[in-house]
T-cell receptor, first 111, second 114 residues
């Protein structure tokens, strides 16, 4: 069965800090890894990574995938209170379209 | 707004009852996925339909069923409801044609079974 483990489970930082979130996975026939941000309701899509070593960047958020070591990192720099959310990592296999999600990392940014 | 529409937003019902959750995917998306999110389980994949046909199945209970209609909207039917079925049910959609693409989530239906 596919397995996605995120760490840490939660963290509290102050505005301006940098956070690094980790996601490790075991999945048969890996195709892609996705990061989502979940505030109150629906997870919103952040990044999809399919190739190793290529950094995806959007503003203060960036992510990189290591397919050899089976993990990904999501970085948030210069954090703001609006970054407070649960960040979810999910993996998608090659053979079908379902996503397996990790338990998420709860990030709290204090002013 | 992701473009995925779910109704109703909230549902409160009694044990033993049956409910139907509805999802309209983003325009042009052929794949619809249903997920259940409860406090202790996280996001769990239930089932996926692609262009009207069941494509993948997760840990979906036999009391639950789904279908995707010719206009591509989907319904998730939950029957003989139990207290433990209380959760947030998400629908997501993706283009899903010929390979995996990112899925966009609706706002969810919060089901409370009392």
């Amino acid at each position: 069965e596919d397995k996605v483990v995120q760490s840490p489970l939660s963290l509290v930082v102050h505005e301006g800090d940098t956070v690094t979130l980790n996601c490790s996975y075991e999945v048969t026939n890996f195709r892609s890894l996705l990061w989502y941000k979940q505030e109150k309701k629906a997870p919103t899509f952040l990044f999809m990574l399919t190739s190793s070593g290529i950094e995806k960047k959007s503003g203060r958020l960036s992510s990189i995938l290591d397919k050899k070591e089976l993990f990904s990192i999501l970085n948030i720099t210069a954090t703001q209170t609006g970054d407070s959310a649960v960040y979810l990592c999910a993996v998608g296999p090659l053979t079908d379209y379902k996503l397996s999600f990790g338990a998420g990392t709860t990030v709290t940014v204090r002013a | 707004d992701s473009g995925v529409t779910q109704t109703p937003k909230h549902l409160i019902t009694a044990t033993g009852q049956r409910v139907t959750l509805r999802c309209s995917p983003r325009s042009g998306d052929l794949s619809v996925y249903w997920y259940q999110q409860s406090l202790d389980q996280g996001l769990q994949f239930l089932i996926q339909y692609y262009n009207g046909e069941e494509r993948a199945k997760g840990n979906i209970l036999e009391r639950f069923s789904a279908q995707q209609f010719p206009d591509l909207h989907s319904e998730l039917n939950l029957s003989s409801l139990e207290l433990g079925d209380s959760a947030l049910y998400f629908c997501a959609s993706s283009a899903g044609a010929g390979g995996y693409t990112e899925a966009f989530f609706g706002q969810g239906t919060r089901l409370t079974v009392v």
